[in-house]
Each structure stands twice: as structure tokens, then as C-alpha cells.
């Protein structure tokens, strides 16, 4: 079995629970070759695969062999090894670097898939430069990692930065005891701040079902009940920033996944997370990712 770690060409995959998304850098960062697919929902010996076809794939197109880095949702529990907290449900309790290095034939290395996004923003991203970033993904679900001077800050129970599990701060009387959560616990601020949480905001106010995109859509048409779902969005994650300000106080906080394209974010949560910051003048850095989608697998690779 060759070493990762004496290859200058490094894979990294970005597994999401709607898509699988796929990247070989090469010297100098690089892109030689990239895929994506649908990702198999619901099944986890198919994810398995599907990440091993994506490798070969990859592999073929570029005409050269890589280390492999994947970013899931979750982590891996250092007392069992397996999957854990992650919103792609049907990973969980499973043994999935055990099951992925087997069928890939080689050592794989896995991490959170926001720790991932956060790491390739501090590296050479919006966050360069920092001392501290926090990155925040706000798409189906709403992960966080943490970096400092250039590492991930992890922990012993593998959960840095998983501010998504934590309850809305502050909540408002019609916000408590929230919307109910698949971890089995109810408020979690995923459920408010993620598109899915948007869009159930926007559902439990106008009977209307509709999807975040289509919200965000219709309120740059000037459609009034859509700008007031956001309005609340960006209160609710104003908050959530305000918390994380409190406790960690990061330079940098970079923001990832389908709402950060949100343009009135990065001048909004500023202003809004200002009064719950526990400082006599709050200075907030609030950006958008400089990877965009691409983000998630540059820091996937960047673990070898």
C-alpha cells in the first residue's frame, strides 16, 4: 500500500448530503481535475462507492495517483470510531474511514466538512492572514470549525465548532422551545439558520412551501413576506454570531454554503450582532468565502 504522504498530488472530497464534489490539486494548488455527482441519500454503501468511483475518476483525468482528504458532515467519534452528529443521517454509527481506506486501498484522512471549509478560507481564503477564523456553513444544515494559527481546533470529543447544535440565543417568545430537531433535540440553531430552517420559517408563517433560493429570489423582487423571512434569518443568525463573538472571539469569520450568497449579510449581521457582543465597541469581520463552493474540498485536501 503506497504513502499519502509522499505524493505531491492531493484529492479532496466534499461529502454533502445532495452532492458529492471532487478536486486533485496539484504543485502550486493547482486544479488538475475536479467531479461531482448526486450523492446517493439514504444509502451508505452506495456513498461508499460513489466516493471511491469519484477517487478513480479523478485519478483517470489527471493521469496520476493522490492522497485522498474527504469532508463530511459529522465527525468521527474518538471513543468508537464511527460517524457521528451528522445531519446525512444514514452515516452515522457507521465506520466510514475504516470502510473508505479498505475500498480505496490506501489511507484516507476525514474531518467535519466545515472544519474542511473553514480551514482552506484561513490557508489562502478570505481568513489568510488571521490568527483566528471561524468558518460558518449555512446550507442544508449549519456547521462551524474553527482555526487557529493554521490548525483546526478539534477537541477530545471531535465537535469543535459545532455551534448548530447549540440553542438559539436570546430566543424571543414565539422562538421557544423552537422547531424540532433531527438529534433529537428541540431550538437548535440549524433549524432557524439553515436554508432548510429558512424555509420552514417562511412555511410556519405563510403556509406558503417554498425553498430558500426562491425566497431570496423573491425578495429582491420586492416581494414583502419573502424580505421579512430574511429579515428574521439574519436576526436569528446575527445571534448565533454574537455567541460564537462572545466565546471565541475569532478575527475573521467567514461564511460558506448556499446562503452566504445572501449579498446584504456582510453588511447586515455586523449591525445586528453588535448588541449581544459583550464589548463596549464590537468589532465584527464578516466575509464571504473566497472559494465559494470550492471551499470544502480545497481544505479536504488540505488535510494531508
Not at 200 to 216: N, P
Not at 229 to 235: M, P, S, V
Request: net charge neutral.
Amino acid at each position: 500500500m503506497d504513502s499519502p504522504a509522499s505524493f505531491a498530488h492531493r484529492i479532496g472530497i466534499d461529502l454533502g448530503g445532495t452532492k458529492i464534489e471532487g478536486v486533485m490539486l496539484g504543485p502550486g494548488d493547482a486544479v488538475l481535475a475536479s467531479r461531482r455527482v448526486a450523492s446517493p441519500r439514504g444509502d451508505y454503501a452506495a456513498t461508499i462507492e460513489a466516493v471511491a468511483d469519484m477517487v478513480a475518476a479523478i485519478e483517470a483525468e489527471a493521469q496520476v495517483r493522490g492522497s485522498v482528504g474527504i469532508g463530511a458532515p459529522g465527525s468521527i467519534s474518538p471513543v468508537t470510531g464511527q460517524s457521528q452528529g451528522s445531519n446525512s443521517t444514514w452515516l452515522n454509527g457507521r465506520n466510514i474511514l475504516t470502510d473508505l481506506t479498505q475500498r480505496l486501498g490506501r489511507p484516507a484522512r476525514i474531518a467535519n466538512d466545515a472544519n474542511c471549509f473553514a480551514l482552506s478560507e484561513a490557508c489562502d481564503g478570505a481568513g489568510a492572514g488571521a490568527r483566528s477564523v471561524f468558518g460558518i456553513i449555512i446550507g442544508t444544515g449549519c456547521g462551524g470549525g474553527i482555526v487557529f494559527d493554521g490548525k483546526l481546533v478539534d477537541g477530545p470529543n471531535a465537535i469543535g465548532g459545532e455551534w448548530g447544535h447549540n440553542p438559539l440565543p436570546w430566543a424571543q417568545g414565539d422562538e421557544h422551545p423552537g422547531p424540532a430537531c433531527w438529534c433529537g433535540r428541540a431550538g437548535c440553531l440549524e433549524q432557524w439558520v439553515s436554508g432548510t430552517g429558512l424555509a420552514a420559517d417562511h412555511l410556519r408563517r405563510t403556509g406558503e412551501g417554498t425553498t430558500a433560493d426562491a425566497i431570496s429570489a423573491r425578495a429582491a423582487a420586492g416581494d414583502v413576506t419573502a424580505r421579512e423571512t430574511l429579515a428574521r434569518h439574519a436576526d436569528r443568525l446575527a445571534r448565533g454570531i454574537a455567541h460564537v463573538v462572545n466565546l471565541i472571539d475569532p478575527e475573521v469569520i467567514v461564511l460558506g454554503g448556499g446562503l452566504s450568497k445572501l449579498e446584504g449579510l456582510y453588511s447586515d449581521l455586523p449591525r445586528l450582532a453588535a448588541p449581544h457582543v459583550f464589548a463596549a465597541a464590537p468589532r465584527l469581520t464578516i466575509r464571504p468565502p473566497r472559494w465559494g463552493d470550492a471551499s470544502g474540498v480545497r481544505g479536504a485536501a488540505r488535510l494531508w
